[in-house]
Each structure stands twice: as structure tokens, then as C-alpha cells.
């Protein structure tokens, strides 16, 4: 019994059929004209019965259900019946009887059911079933891939829909104490004012406030929900993996949401599996299931356990599978669906903000609470003195008029809007644009307290542009062949041996599609380099070479050990060849003979092996990795199985080098680093020389620091040295050489111990543990593997050092832009608490009630400039306000202060002004004032505050909206803002008042104030 299961949009089981052939004869006619007739009749018969119904014929099914009985081999053969082929349209609407047995093919999968692949005839039957060839893919043409998806569906998952904006509105007004106190007296203030005055003059009062409240909600509602949307698109772009199938017979890269059913998908280590599916071919393949059962082990795919889930990752081995669910029909999938990013965590940055915007919110409460108490007291004075009794609603009116002047004290005293909201989401925009994908926004604020970065050398530092530049036979190096392998001079025996130990032991592969055409080569950059020189120059044939070897056993390319292995027996031979390579010096210690040139079979004595040492050490000296070839043939004998490979007693085939040039601009970058106070630590596989002479050429070490002292040391060394010794010389350790995946985290742990901020990159998924441990985990978007990517907090898209760089200078950017927020901020919120109070306790008014400074969330969206990365790393530990922005905002705070209660006191008498032209007077100077105040807080230590400003044209437009804003406040809104229109000679002199803020800055920062001391006791702590 064979059955199959596919997924559509509404889930109705359709056909029941009987295939009865008659097995004595095997003409095909025959039987083709049984099937014709059958399956005629069948549709004809459920078309009656639903036409007879008088109901509307089904729509597309979420399913379709068939089931067939079983037939003889020779028919199977002859007849095999696709999934897609057949009237396919008239399958979809038919309905099969409720007896049927349905059987999912998501559902045989999901739940490892070898009994229902049993009856599908297997695993190549059931490829067959979907029109794919286990060798070539799918067709992969447009109406082939429209047909999977309208039949299967599309690899996509439906997630839980992102907040809407109104969603934020609301939270900020509930969530705020302040903003739900102040609608409240805003309300009773609008009932109140229009009851006394009536509706045309008596609502400006409450609507004020209510229009500020408004204002500053919409404000911090769109800050964070922009914030949304770009974590959300940040989220879907990191979702967006790439996945290497086979269609056409062409390898080629795909969306993991282009995946189709009937894909044949290529495996390696630290792939995502990118649908639900089925072992084909490969080797030591091992998955981890956690993120879907939650058990860690690693489970072992071969033909006994074929069945691959979704979501899951590939730890070791490679292989390759086809696709039988996609989407939702997938357990991920249906995983995914009821899961949500949160990107609401709150960060330390955000949390140490609150902290001062909570200080700051205290103390207006508090002068609030003393303006209300002398308004009250001074209130009741007055109306108690005389006889006549004052009315209730007048009463209600003055107390409704208290409290809603005291409450707005508070408000304007607390920062407006959602400075952190909008340097994120400006932050994480200009950071994708640059190549650095966030994951996790809490990295954003730890990039800027970095203080050393452990970074891998392959991708990262140089190029991934690998060319093979250099082999040598023994002790003869052998030129490259430009046309012909006649220029080779080798012996035929040793070409097919280093064409088998290529073309069978690689995780590439080789494509040509037509005979004329060039080969198609995939695979890593190295795998590619060695697969070009042996198909180029050494004339191979690598399929020729894969028919003619059976594959026994292979190891996968292991970190730890540094080389790959592949056990084969030739066809039609009892002979075991062993191949080997990897990692020079390792090979060659396994090894005791070597072949010539001549392919003479010579053995390696030491000093044979010294001077083939000496060959590998100087082509790492010339920057070049060194990879070896080992081979062993190993006679089987009767009834002797042999799995294992070989490891010792091997021969020495050759040796390449292979040149991966350095990045352009790299040393600027590493010297922009250590000019920045961030060390750089480069941590390889490559041997000590090599590792030495790329660490020279990216400038991470200096040509007088030789290759015996402390800042070169290699894996094995490193992890000898006990605790102190470790912890004493780590700070001098810029290179480690030979290094594997523990190493690497054991550096990172060792840092942190010492108080270091660790910046972390890796592409492997054996960095996974080191990438976790790290303050900051960076994963590289086009070598990385997913399971790395997974465990990082940022993704560098275009795997370059110097977009490292770029993000430590924008988490320096985002504290910078901060703290010029706060340090403009709390100028403000000093100056209206000093203003506010000392003139309500005098006059019982309140002169600056509804201050709109919403301009000042442009100083968040500054650019990062050099100067960020000539100062050292920021303390974690270190206070937000430093010694600096004390000195700035208290020296313009006084400045504020003194010429407003001077107008407030005194403007009268100077300017020969009433009451209403006075207050509209200093409310216009003080608003000038913080505009004037913006460009004082764009240079926190720089006297020039004019650097760089015609670049940042949103500050410039913000500046702009607000002088706008202020025009039509004082000239033309004097009803509602209760303000009186000023002439020139007041407008001038409110912009020369406030102008001298800047003369005023520039004098200050020539007081010299002590920014280190902080740095220097956490230095000597360390």
C-alpha cells in the first residue's frame, strides 16, 4: 500500500482508486488502456455525484489525499504515477469517501514515521513522485516552481502581525503617570475655562496643555513605533538565509523563502535545515533538533533515520536532501507562527537614561509641590481677607488653575519624546546601510565600551578571494600549467592521484553543462582555488573520477584537528585508498614517504623533513596557507572490513599555497582601532608564519616584535599556560596562531575576567560557544554559518573588518548623541524649574508652562565623526553626566536663569514694556535660548560647534520647523499661546540674548575639567 499526502488551503481528501493490473501480461498498451479507462470512469462517477447535489464545485484544497493499491515492479517501473503530473485541476475539486485513509506527507515527517515512507516505496521513490531527479533538482523554469508553490504552498511563515501605531499612542498615555495626571487637570481646566468664559475664549487655557500633551505622545508613539518597523525589517532580513540547491542540474544560491517542494538542498556544517525533508546521500551527518524537541544531542541522518526538520542545524558532517513540506506545513513553521520579536527589552543605556529622567521628574515633582502649596496658601491669603464669600465655581476654577500650573511644572522639567526610541531606529537604518545588520539591540550600546576585538583572520581581514599561487612535488616547487598539463611534467600515476585526492575528498563540486562550455565550481573560496587548479592545470575529470571510486567513509573538515579525510575503493579493485588534507605541518607529521616529481616513491628521513618543513615556513612568510596531500593504499583482504582512515605511515603527494589577499583599507582600519584605545587580537588556524605575516600586512603587529616573543603564541601553547599566566600575558598577546574553537573562548573568558569589553567574530559553527560568551558576538553574513549568525548579536553583511570599525563607531555615536540629549535636557529643565518657582512664589504665575523643545531629539540623529575614535572606550561603569557636561549645562543654565529673572523683574522698567509684552518677552528669549542652546550641545568637548553641521540636514530642518513654529506662536496664535505680538527691536533683542550662549560656551570650555579620572581608577583596579 502506497499513499501520499499534499498540503493545499483547505484540508478535503480526495480520490479513492483501485488499481487492479493483471500481472501475466506485461504488454504496456494494455495496461495503459486499463488505467485510462479506470480513472475515467472514477472522475466521471464523483462529477455526477456532485453535480446531481446542485452545490457549487470545491475550491483549492489545503490537501490532497490519494491512494494507491499496490502494483508489480515491472509496472512500477513503467507507470510510476506523479504527484503533478495528471489532471490535476480536476483532482483538486473531487472529493473522496470519509472511509479513505489520509496520510500527510508533513505529518510522516514531522513525527520520523519509517512505516508511511515504507509504502511510498522510499525515499528515491517518493523523489520520483515529485518529478525531481535526485542528481539534477527540479526543473526549476517559472511554471514549474508557480505549480509547487500553488500545489504546496510557499516557504513562508505566517508571524503574529507587528503593533499597529495606535497601539503606542495608548501606551504612552496609560503607561506615563505624568501625561495621565496632566490630561486630567487639562480636561477639568477646558470644563472650567469654558463655563467662565464661554466656549470661544475660555477653552485656550486647557487646550494649551492638551495640544502639548498631544504633541509630545505622537512624538515618543512615532519614535517607538519607527523603532518597530526597523527591528522588524532587520528581523525579517536576518530571517532571509541563503540555501544552495540543485535545479537544472545546476548548483545555484536561493532565498530560503524561494525553496520549493522538490528541491534538492545541499547541506553543510552550520546550515539551518530550511524546510522539512528527507535524507538523500552524504556523510556524518549530524543535526541538532534542539531548537524543536529541546534536547541538545546531536542526532545522526543516514538512510536508517532520513527524516529532517525545519529550524533544525547541521553540526557535523554534509549531505544533501529533498524538500517535502515548506512553510506552514512545516512543525517551524507552525512554531514560528505564534512567536513575536520583543524588541521592548529594556536596555542598560535605556535603564541608566530612565534613571535620570526619573531623578529629574522627582525633583520637578518636588518644586511643583512647593509651587502648589505657595499658590494655595497665597490664594486662600487673599480671598479670606475681605468679608464677601467667594462662589464654589470660582473656587473650583483657581484650584483647577493651581494644580494644572504646578502639574505642568513637572511635565516641561521631564525630558519630551523618546531620545533612545529615535537613536536606535536612526542607528540600526544608517547601520544596515553600512553593512551591520543588529540582531539584538542591546549590542548598539555596548559596541561604544569595546576594548578589545578578537577577530578571525579568513573573510574578515582578508579578502576570501583565494587563487592557488604556488605547488611543490617534495622538495620542487612545480609552475603553474597555462594551457595544457604537458608544462606539468609529472608522472601520470601521481596526476591521477592528486586528481582523486582533489576530486573525492572536497566538499565543492564541479558543474559543466554543456561539453564547451567552462566548469561551473562551488564551494567554499578554498575548496573553489584547489577545485580550479585541479580541473584547469591538472586536467581532472571529477565525475569521471567519482564513477570510478566508491565512497566507504569520509571525515568532514574538522577545526580541531585541522584536515579532512575520505576512505575509497577503487571499481572493480580490492585495494583501500586513504586521502587526506589539510593543514601543512599537520599532514606532513603523519606521513613517511613522499613522491618526487618523477613520481618516484622516496622515503622521508628527518632531514627530509626539515627541509620540507622549511618549504611550508616560507610560504607562510609570503602570506600563503600551506595545504598538504596524503594518500595510502591499503590491500583489503577476505572478509577484512576496513572503515577507519589511515593516519599514520602515509605519503606525502604535494603541497599548495593558496593566497587570500588583504582587505583594502584594513591597516587604516586596525590603526584607527588602537588609536581608539581597542585592542586587536587576530585568532587563526593558519600556522605561526603565516598568521605572523598577515598580522604584519594589516598593521596588527610591528615589524620589530619577532616570532619567539609574547604577541604571537599559538593555540596549544595558550591553552598550556596556567590561570595566572594566562591573565599576566593575555594583554600582550595580539595573534594566536593554530588556534581551535576553545581557544578562541578561552581567550574570551580570560579577557572578561581582566574587566575587558569583548567584541567577538567568527563565521564557524564551532564559534558558537566563543560568539555567546563575548559582550558582543559579530558573525559574518556571507561565510557564516547559521548557527553562528544565531548566537551573534550584529552580522557583518559584507564580511569586512572595516565595517567592525564602523560599528564601534556608531555605539560610540549612539552614547555620544545621549549624552549631548541629557546634557541639553537638564540646561532646560534646571532653567524652567528655577524660573517657574522663583516667579509663581513671587508673582503666583507660572511664566513657562507649555515649553515645546521637541527639536532637541535631532541632536540623537548626529553622525559618528573621527574624533569618536580618538578617545578611549567608555566605561560600562561610568556615569552618564560626566564632569564635562556638568561644566556645560551649569555655565549655560546661569546664563538662563540670570537674563530671564531679570526680565521677569526687571524687563519692565528696561524695555518700558506692559505686563502681556513682558511675559511674551522672556517666553520668546527662553525658547531662543534652547534653540541657541541646540548647536552649544552638538560639540560636548570641541569648541568649534559648527563642525559638520551643513551634513546633518535633519538637524538643520528641525532647527528650521522650530523658528517656524515659534513665528507663528508669538505673531499670529496669541489667543491660544495667551502671547502678544512683538515689534523688531523686541524680536532683536530676545535673538542677541540668546545668541551670547555661544561666546558663553566657547569660554567655558577653556576651563579645564578632569574626564579621567573615572577611566584611571578602573584602569588600576584592573
Known amino acids: 500500500m502506497s499513499s501520499l499526502s499534499l498540503q493545499q488551503h483547505s484540508k478535503i481528501a480526495i480520490c479513492d482508486q483501485e488499481i487492479r493490473l493483471n500481472s501475466k501480461t506485461h504488454k504496456k498498451r494494455w495496461r495503459l488502456a486499463y488505467m485510462a479507462i479506470f480513472f475515467t470512469r472514477v472522475l466521471v462517477s464523483l462529477y455526477r455525484e456532485v453535480a446531481n447535489k446542485n452545490g457549487p464545485l470545491l475550491g483549492t484544497l489545503s490537501y490532497v489525499a490519494i491512494e494507491v493499491q499496490p502494483v508489480d515492479e515491472d509496472s512500477l517501473s513503467d507507470n510510476s504515477i506523479s504527484f503533478l503530473d495528471g489532471d490535476r485541476e480536476k483532482l483538486r475539486r473531487e472529493r473522496v469517501s470519509e472511509s479513505s485513509r489520509q496520510c500527510k506527507l508533513d505529518d510522516m515527517v514531522r513525527d520520523k514515521n519509517s512505516e508511511f515512507l515504507k509504502q511510498f516505496g522510499g525515499v528515491k521513490e517518493l523523489v520520483s513522485l515529485l518529478e525531481t531527479d535526485v542528481k539534477d533538482g527540479i526543473k526549476g523554469d517559472e511554471s ?133 525533508g528527507l535524507f538523500l546521500e552524504g556523510y556524518s551527518l549530524k543535526v541538532d533538533e534542539s531548537s524543536i524537541t529541546g534536547e541538545s544531542h546531536h542526532i545522526q541522518i543516514d538512510e536508517r533515520n532520513p527524516f529532517l526538520l525545519s529550524g533544525t542545524k547541521v553540526m557535523d558532517g554534509f549531505g544533501f536532501m529533498v524538500v517535502t513540506s515548506v512553510g506552514m506545513n512545516t512543525a517551524w513553521g507552525k512554531m514560528m507562527s505564534s512567536t513575536n520579536s520583543d524588541f521592548n527589552k529594556e536596555m542598560q543605556l535605556q535603564a541608566r537614561l530612565s534613571k535620570i529622567t526619573s531623578y529629574t521628574g522627582k525633583v520637578g515633582l518636588v518644586v511643583a509641590a512647593l509651587v502648589f502649596a505657595v499658590l494655595l496658601i497665597q490664594y486662600f491669603k487673599g480671598n479670606t481677607a475681605n468679608d464677601r464669600k467667594t462662589k464654589f465655581v470660582d473656587v473650583m476654577n483657581s484650584m483647577v488653575g493651581i494644580v494644572a500650573a504646578a502639574v505642568t511644572i513637572s511635565m516641561v522639567a521631564i525630558p519630551e519624546g523618546s531620545p533612545m526610541a529615535v537613536t536606535l531606529a536612526y542607528s540600526m537604518k544608517c547601520l544596515m546601510a553600512n553593512n551591520v545588520l543588529v540582531r539584538k539591540l542591546s549590542a548598539c550600546e555596548t559596541l561604544g565600551s569595546v576594548t578589545t576585538v578578537c577577530t578571525s583572520k579568513t573573510g574578515v581581514l582578508t579578502l576570501n578571494e583565494v587563487r592557488l599561487t604556488e605547488f611543490w612535488l617534495g622538495k620542487e616547487e612545480v609552475k603553474k600549467a597555462v594551457k595544457d598539463n604537458t608544462s606539468l611534467d609529472i608522472s601520470d600515476d601521481l596526476l591521477k592521484l592528486l586528481q582523486q585526492a582533489v576530486g573525492l575528498n572536497t566538499a565543492g563540486t564541479v558543474h559543466k553543462p554543456h561539453s564547451t562550455s567552462l566548469p561551473e565550481i562551488f564551494g567554499s573560496p578554498t575548496e573553489k582555488a584547489i577545485l580550479s587548479w585541479a580541473v584547469f592545470d591538472l586536467g581532472m575529470n571529477i565525475e569521471e573520477v567519482k564513477q570510478n571510486h566508491k565512497i566507504i567513509h569520509v571525515e568532514a573538515f574538522n577545526s580541531e584537528k585541522m584536515r579532512s579525510g575520505v576512505l575509497v575503493e577503487r571499481n572493480n579493485e580490492k585495494k583501500i585508498h586513504t586521502h587526506w588534507k589539510g593543514a601543512a605541518e599537520m599532514i606532513l607529521a603523519m606521513c613517511s614517504t613522499y613522491y618526487d616529481r618523477a613520481g618516484v616513491l622516496k622515503v622521508m628521513d628527518e632531514e627530509k623533513a626539515l627541509q620540507l618543513g622549511t618549504i611550508i615556513k616560507n610560504m607562510g612568510e609570503k602570506c600563503l596557507q600551506c595545504i598538504a596531500f596524503a594518500h595510502k593504499e591499503v590491500v583489503e583482504e577476505s572478509g577484512q572490513v576496513i572503515e577507519k582512515l589511515e593516519e599514520n605511515g602515509l605519503t606525502l603527494l604535494g603541497l599548495v599555497g593558496l593566497k587570500n589577499p588583504c582587505q583594502p583599507g584594513i591597516r587604516t582600519a586596525v590603526e584607527s582601532c588602537t588609536t581608539a584605545g581597542v585592542n586587536i587580537k587576530m585568532i587563526t588556524g593558519d600556522n605561526v608564519h603565516t598568521a605572523r605575516a598577515i598580522a604584519f600586512e594589516c598593521g596588527i603587529l610591528n615589524p620589530e616584535e619577532g616570532l619567539d616573543s609574547e604577541p604571537v603564541v599559538e593555540g596549544v601553547q595558550f591553552r598550556d599556560y596556567s590561570l595566572e599566566e594566562r591573565k599576566e600575558k593575555i594583554d600582550k ?290
Open 144 to 276: 514549474d516552481l508557480i505549480l509547487r508553490q500553488n500545489v504546496f504552498t510557499t516557504n513562508r511563515y505566517q508571524k503574529l502581525p507587528p503593533k499597529g501605531f495606535p497601539s503606542f499612542v495608548l501606551f504612552e498615555v496609560f503607561e506615563d503617570k505624568t501625561i495621565c495626571i496632566l490630561l486630567v487637570c487639562a480636561l477639568l481646566s477646558l470644563v472650567f475655562g469654558i463655563k467662565k468664559n464661554g466656549f470661544k475664549d475660555g477653552w485656550y487655557g486647557g487646550g494649551s496643555i492638551v495640544v502639548d500633551i498631544v504633541l509630545v505622545v505622537l512624538v515618543s508613539a512615532v519614535s517607538k513605533f519607527e523603532q518597530s518597523r526597523q527591528f522588524e525589517k532587520h528581523s525579517t532580513k536576518s530571517s532571509d538565509i541563503r540555501v544552495e540547491v540543485v535545479r537544472d542540474e545546476r548548483h545555484q544560491h536561493i532565498s530560503i523563502f524561494e525553496v520549493v517542494v522538490g528541491d534538492i538542498v545541499c547541506l553543510e556544517i552550520g546550515d539551518q535545515i530550511p524546510a522539512d
Open 733 to 1022: 598577546i595580539r595573534v594566536m596562531a593554530r588556534s581551535s574553537p576553545s581557544d578562541k573562548l578561552l581567550m574570551v573568558q580570560c579577557l572578561k575576567e581582566k574587566g575587558h569589553v569583548v567584541a567577538v567574530t567568527g563565521d564557524g559553527t564551532d564559534d558558537a560557544p566563543a560568539l555567546k560568551e563575548a559582550d558582543i558576538g559579530l558573525s559574518m553574513g556571507i561565510q557564516g554559518t547559521e548557527v553562528a549568525k544565531e548566537t551573534s548579536d550584529i552580522v557583518i553583511l559584507d564580511d569586512n573588518f572595516i565595517s567592525v570599525v564602523t560599528g564601534l563607531r556608531w555605539g560610540r555615536c549612539i552614547y555620544s548623541n545621549i549624552q549631548k540629549f541629557i546634557q541639553f535636557q537638564l540646561t532646560l529643565s534646571i532653567t524652567v524649574l528655577v524660573i517657574n518657582f522663583a516667579t509663581a512664589v513671587s508673582s503666583g504665575k507660572v511664566p513657562l508652562a507649555a515649553v515645546h523643545t521637541l527639536g532637541a531629539l535631532a541632536l540623537v540623529t548626529e553622525k559618528p565623526i573621527e574624533d569618536l575614535m580618538k578617545k578611549p572606550p567608555v566605561g560600562q561603569s561610568e556615569p552618564l553626566i560626566t564632569n564635562i557636561m556638568w561644566r556645560n549645562l551649569i555655565a549655560q543654565a546661569l546664563y538662563q536663569v540670570t537674563i530671564l529673572l531679570v526680565l521677569q523683574f526687571k524687563g519692565g522698567f528696561i524695555f518700558g514694556l506692559d505686563e502681556k509684552v513682558k511675559s511674551t518677552l522672556i517666553f520668546n528669549t527662553f525658547v531662543l535660548c534652547q534653540l541657541f542652546n541646540e548647536f552649544n550641545a552638538r560639540k560636548l568637548e570641541e569648541k568649534n560647534i559648527f563642525e559638520g553641521l551643513l551634513k546633518n540636514k535633519l538637524f538643520l530642518a528641525t532647527i528650521g520647523l522650530t523658528i517656524v513654529h515659534q513665528l507663528v506662536m508669538v505673531e499670529f496664535l496669541n489667543r491660544f499661546a495667551n502671547t502678544k505680538r512683538l515689534d523688531w527691536g523686541q524680536w532683536g533683542a530676545c535673538i542677541v540674548l540668546a545668541a551670547f550662549s555661544w561666546p558663553i560656551c566657547w569660554l567655558v570650555k577653556c576651563i579645564p575639567v578632569s574626564g579621567k579620572q573615572l577611566a584611571n581608577q578602573r584602569d588600576s583596579a584592573s
